[in-house]
């Protein structure tokens, strides 16, 4: 079931809708091992018919399940529109797609989560990612640099120099 409106009902008055979108509705292909949506969108939208096109406002809440490009550690990321807006004509060349009476929202929807999908997932602001340990395995950083983990031993020497 995708995210339609029925353009009958707005000759009255706007259409309210909320619910939920499954996600293999939205068909989110974000073509990134990092970022997955699994979760369903939630959404609140208010629809109405104005001057020969539909006005549609309101929220759209999802759920990505990623992963940090600096530590691998898994992380839910909420992407959040709250002030949707998008203007759909219903005349002239850039009008949209009617199918029984219906316009179908879920492209226009897919299209601006699209922008807002992160490019490089962090679990929070200073993750510093994975550090090197003095046996050359990989380990937690933490809270922790690579200076106060030992560091290299040529910045050690490079440090002792005065100008």
Not at 98 to 117: A, F, M, Q, S
Request: one cysteine or more; proline letters at 6%; hydrophobic letters at 40%.
């Amino acid at each position: 079931m995708s995210l339609q409106v029925n353009l009958r009902h707005l000759e009255a008055h706007e259409v309210r809708l909320e619910g939920q979108l499954p996600s293999c509705e939205l068909d989110i292909d974000t073509k990134d091992e990092v970022i997955r949506v699994d979760q369903p969108l939630d959404y609140e939208l208010e629809v109405q018919k104005v001057e020969g096109a539909l006005l549609v406002q309101g929220r759209l809440r999802l759920m990505l399940d990623c992963q940090c490009v600096r530590c691998l550690k898994s992380f839910g990321f909420p992407l959040e529109l709250k002030g949707w807006v998008c203007h759909l004509p219903l005349r002239g060349e850039d009008r949209v797609k009617v199918v029984n009476e219906c316009v179908d929202l879920t492209p226009y929807v897919r299209e601006d989560i699209l922008l807002e999908i992160p490019q490089h997932p962090l679990c929070r602001p200073g993750c510093r990612g994975l550090a090197k340990t003095l046996g050359g395995n990989a380990a937690w950083a933490g809270n922790s640099g690579p200076a106060e983990a030992g560091g290299s031993p040529a910045w050690a020497e490079l440090n002792k120099l005065k100008f």
